[in-house]
Structure formats: structure tokens, C-alpha cells
């Protein structure tokens, strides 16, 4: 496993995410620890391999709560699946979702989901995404699981729903200009 030191604290969520993914994506990395990671179950306690990881890999106050630690396990095991294509900070998950015909049903439970439900299906998007090779900007991801405040939830959700729907007009523009 590649070692790094707890240098990284305090940097942004944004900054983070990308360091996760160049960790998880690397050919140094264990692929026997990537496929532990993968199959990290939120309803369960963080398995050894997650402690492993996260003690040197996640800022200091991951494990802050119950709902933090269960947010960070989501995030590590969802990388984990998509690996070797995780982030691309300028894929943002609405077009990324339009462009790969992710169902608009599936995408509305997303927006409108909470908690253990969130994670879960984070997690299932998360598998679409790696059947797809198709990476995104985790932030997007990250800001729906860890955000508290209804107001900034409010706001991701719409840019998500907003990227989504002016995706899907153009293709049903370009379809109809087609016929």
C-alpha cells in the first residue's frame, strides 16, 4: 500500500476527493485492498481494510459521527468500484448522468433520498458508472452525502437536475433534428 503522511489535513473536500482517486487509481495500490474496499457494506462496521484506509488516506475528523463515517465508507467504496476511471473534476454528475442515459426515475430518487437511502443509492450509481468507464466529478457526489444544511442540499440538487435536463434537450434536439 502506498504511505502517505497526515500532511494532506485541512485541505478541501474538492482536494481530497481528487487525492482519494489518485490513490485508489494507481497502479501501486493493492488491487486485493481495492476489492475490499469495493465491497465495503454501509449497514455493517467498517471492515479492517476501510480502518486501514482511512487512517491514512481520510482527513482527521472522518469518523466525526456515525453519519460522517457512514458518508466517507459510501465515497471509498464507490471509488473503489469505478476504479481505474474515478474523478474527472470537469464531469459534472447531471451531464455525465443525460449522457449516459441514466434513468430520469432513478435520478429523481437520488435527489430526493436521505441518509442510508442517499448512500445506497450513491452506490448503485456508483456501479452504473464503472459499467459505463465513465468517470465524474466526485464533488458532486460528496457535496449530495455530506451536506447538512437544506439550503446547500437544495441548491446541489437543482445544478445536478439543471446539467441532467439541458443535456437530455439537446439530445432530444439533435434527435429531432435528425428525423
Do not use: C
Amino acid at each position: 500500500m502506498i504511505q502517505e503522511t497526515k500532511a494532506h489535513q485541512g485541505q478541501s473536500l474538492g482536494t481530497t476527493l481528487a487525492r482519494l482517486a489518485a490513490v485508489l487509481e494507481s497502479d501501486q495500490f493493492s488491487t486485493g485492498e481495492r476489492a475490499r474496499l469495493k465491497r465495503v457494506s454501509i449497514d455493517a462496521p467498517p471492515s479492517l481494510s476501510f480502518y486501514r484506509f482511512a487512517l491514512t488516506y481520510l482527513p482527521e475528523k472522518w469518523d466525526a459521527s456515525i453519519e460522517q463515517e457512514r458518508n466517507w465508507m459510501t465515497v471509498v467504496a464507490g471509488m473503489a468500484m469505478m476504479s481505474p476511471l474515478i474523478h474527472d473534476p470537469n464531469r459534472r454528475l447531471g451531464t455525465v448522468l443525460a449522457e449516459n442515459r441514466y434513468s430520469e426515475a432513478r435520478l429523481e430518487r437520488l435527489l430526493a433520498a436521505e441518509g442510508n437511502i442517499l448512500r445506497f443509492l450513491v452506490l448503485r450509481l456508483t456501479r452504473f458508472l464503472a459499467a459505463k468507464n465513465t468517470p465524474v466529478n466526485w464533488l458532486d457526489i460528496a457535496t449530495l452525502l455530506f451536506m447538512s444544511q437544506t439550503e446547500d442540499q437544495e441548491r446541489v440538487r437543482k445544478r445536478i437536475a439543471s446539467d441532467f435536463y439541458r443535456i437530455q434537450q439537446q439530445n432530444d434536439t439533435t434527435t429531432n433534428d435528425t428525423k
